[in-house]
C-alpha cells in the first residue's frame, strides 16, 4: 500500500548547462509542490503505512529547507557562490544542478536516509519510499525512484556533500539534524501505549 504526503516550497536557482537561455544565466524561482509516496506491505498498529503526523519533524524541516531559499550546483563559479551565501540567508549548496529531476532525486535521498535511520516505534515494518514528485510548474514535474537514486550516472549522491546556510539549520526542529544524519544517529519515533489490540 501506498500513501502520498505533499509538500509546497518557494525557491530560487540557476539551471547551468541546460538549453534555455533564460534558465542557465539567470537566477528565477519556481513555487513547487513536491510529493513523497511511501510505501509498506503491512500497516502499523494504527493500521496505517505511516502516521502522516511523523512525516510533520525531520523529513518536513529538510524539504522546508528549500523554500525562500537559493539553491547552487558546488561546481558552479566560485564568485556566484559566493554572492549568493553573501546575499542570502537561506542557501542550499547541492552536489548537483538544482533542476526539478535533481529535487526530486535529493528528497527522495534524504527521505529515505532519515527513514533508515528511524527507530519506528508503531509496529511500522518496512516503510520506504516509493516515489518522489518535484513540480516545477503547473505542466510540468520530474518523478524519481530508487534506482535513480544510486544511478551515478544522474550524480552521486553522499550526505556530506550537502551545506545549508546557517539560518536554515538553525530553523528546524532540531539544529544538529543533519550532523546527526551524516553521523548516523538514530531518530526515534514516539512510543504509543495501544488502546485496542488486534488479537
Known sequence: MRIRKLFKFENAHIVRNCSSD??????????????????????????????FGLLKSSIKDIIDSFDHAICFWNKDDPEYIEACKKFSARWISLPVSPSAEQFSRVIFFWADSILKQTQMQNGEADVSVYSVIAHETATGYAQCFSEDVTNEHMGKLELADFEFSDQIKAEWSDPEMYHKLIKGQPFINPKVKLQVTNA
Open 22 to 51: 533564460r534558465c542557465k544565466r539567470s537566477i528565477h524561482g519556481h513555487s513547487y509542490q513536491v510529493e513523497l509516496i511511501l510505501e509498506a506491505q503491512r500497516l502499523d498498529h494504527g493500521q496505517m503505512v505511516y502516521d
